[in-house]
């Protein structure tokens, strides 16, 4: 029988047709495809964020639609609304641009609450209801925000609720020194990167191997000590002074699946706690609220998060 993996394995070599580095990024966009989850790509402007999401769904044949959020857009621009139809004396449903495989939700919080929330239900639900009826989105779905770390004038910030539902929150940071100067030398040679056909782009991979490969992540073996070690990190959150705010148990759960994810991307056959250390960062950055005298220390969720796996004793 194939190996999905064998496909999945390929998507870093064509997303690096287009994008140079950025591979543990694309690692984790790919093991939040595998257990259903959504992602927050947080980076300065230029690195690639929405060049990286439209060419892994060409990679993987999927559907890719983006929405660009301004401070103006309705939650109707997102999900979609009833019209009339004068022709036929009826309504119709009209779908948004939020039914696709992979949706770029850009500069999230640059539009208002109640459009951030618009996508509550159809990150949880995988559906859409407008009008007391209930349409469900495409399968895979997932949504990918980005978000500018240094611009906050004129931002609206996610509220926990809304952060909660994100599986990763994964930092974009700017290429190796080697990497930029095959950027350069890519626009030098007049090569459009968004021109992914014209880069040799192939389609890999597609929905039925992530199915195929979602399947085989659920049967990974998590051994009592590891999830116990999982459950350990997130007390240590609840109970840190420098924390308002711990680790929720979806986000326990969350990161454990994920850590499923990765194992299974790197072809073992249970989950280890380096799994778990791997994915810790990524799975509850985002989760975690920081005291704000702490921050003004010059603290971060990340350094905090260091300390809290270095108390916690590590299974054998």
Known sequence: MKDPRNGLDLIRTEVGKAVRGQQETISGLLAALLVRGHVILEGVPGVAKTLMVKALSHALNLEFGRIQFTPDLMPSDVTGNV?????????????????????????????????????????????????????????PFLVVATQNPIEYEGTYPLP???LDRFLFKLRVGYPEPSEEKEVLLMHHAGRDPHDLKALGLKKVAGAADLAAASRAVVDVTVADEVVDYVMALAAETRRSPSLTLGVSPRGAAMM????????????????????????????????????????LEGATADSLLDQIVARVPVPR
């Open 256 to 295: 454990l699946v994920a850590s499923k994810a990765r194992a299974y991307l790197a072809r073992s056959e249970f989950v280890t706690p380096d799994d778990v250390k791997a994915v810790l960062k990524p799975a509850w950055r985002h989760r975690i609220v920081l005291r704000a005298e702490v921050e």
């Open 83 to 139: 019209v009339y139809e004068a022709r036929t004396k009826t309504f119709r449903f009209r779908p948004g641009p939020i039914f696709t495989n992979l949706v770029l939700a850009d500069e999230v919080n640059r539009t208002p609450p109640k459009t951030q929330a618009s996508l509550l239900e159809a990150m949880e639900e995988r559906q859409v209801s407008i009008e007391g009826e209930t349409h469900a989105l495409p399968d």
């Open 160 to 162: 926990e609720a809304q």
